[in-house]
């Protein structure tokens, strides 16, 4: 278990529909970071956030949005739902300070029919 | 922004036997250089990391060599066992934001019993 949550565990909805995701990062952690994985692809990184602050950001589409909150929380929105948005989203979260390990959550398995 | 490409795509090796993942980065500026391994369905999780001011880390089976000239590290695993077998994936640090990383495609060990 690396601390980081996410929920929900998995999502089905249907295409142009809209869902939330949501992550907490461990105790401590500042930084948080948004990650697709389509089947057997690679990590794509979305966007950053450090303490409540965008930080930077991935190839995210203009439908998807996130943001991290003060109690350090954050949530990914993505809109308009297509076929192929479909994929594992993983949250991960570090200290922020330079160099330092990510902490990946389990995932949200996302389907869209 | 930085460039990381990771070979071979797929590996397969007997048990027992030694497996190579090479990576190579494009911004000499980069100065951490962490390697995640993903097991079938579940999170990824850092299994070693090499600094720049370091040319070689070793836990146990597992080595990481760093050559800062020629821009490129390895992930070397010594007397493979299936429980090995999973994607593994390296990434280079942003030089313009330390926090974030860069990660190649992955390369899917197969240890074969």
């Known amino acids: 278990d690396s601390g980081v949550t996410q929920t929900p565990k998995h999502l089905i909805t249907a295409t142009g529909q809209r869902v939330t995701l949501r992550c907490s990062p461990r105790?401590?952690?500042?930084?948080v970071y948004w990650y697709q994985q389509s089947l057997d692809q690679g990590l794509q990184f979305l966007i950053q956030?450090?303490?409540?602050?965008?930080?930077a950001k991935g190839n995210i589409l203009e439908r998807f949005s996130a943001q991290q909150f003060p109690d350090l929380h954050s949530e990914l929105n993505l809109s308009s739902l297509e076929l192929g948005d479909s994929a594992l989203y993983f949250c991960?979260?570090?200290?922020?300070?330079?160099?330092?390990?990510?902490?990946f959550g389990p995932g949200t398995r996302l389907t869209v029919l | 922004g930085e460039n990381v490409e990771q070979h071979p795509s797929t590996l397969s090796v007997q048990e027992g036997d030694s497996a190579v993942i090479k990576c190579t980065y494009s911004?000499?500026?980069?100065?951490?250089f962490p390697w995640y391994k993903q097991e079938l369905g579940k999170r990824p999780q850092l299994i070693i990391d090499i600094r720049s001011n370091v040319g070689e880390k070793k836990d146990q089976r597992i080595a990481v060599t760093l050559n800062k000239t020629a821009k490129h590290f390895s992930l070397h695993i010594t007397e493979t066992q299936p429980e090995d077998s999973a994607v593994y994936f390296c990434a280079a640090s942003d030089p313009y934001n330390f926090n974030k990383f860069y990660f190649g495609s992955g390369t899917k060990l197969n240890v074969k019993p």
């Open positions: 991960a979260s570090s200290t922020g300070q330079a160099n330092n390990e990510q902490f």
């Open positions: 956030y450090y303490n409540g602050e965008e930080r």
């Open positions: 105790s401590g952690d500042l930084s």
């Open positions: 911004d000499s500026a980069s100065n951490y």
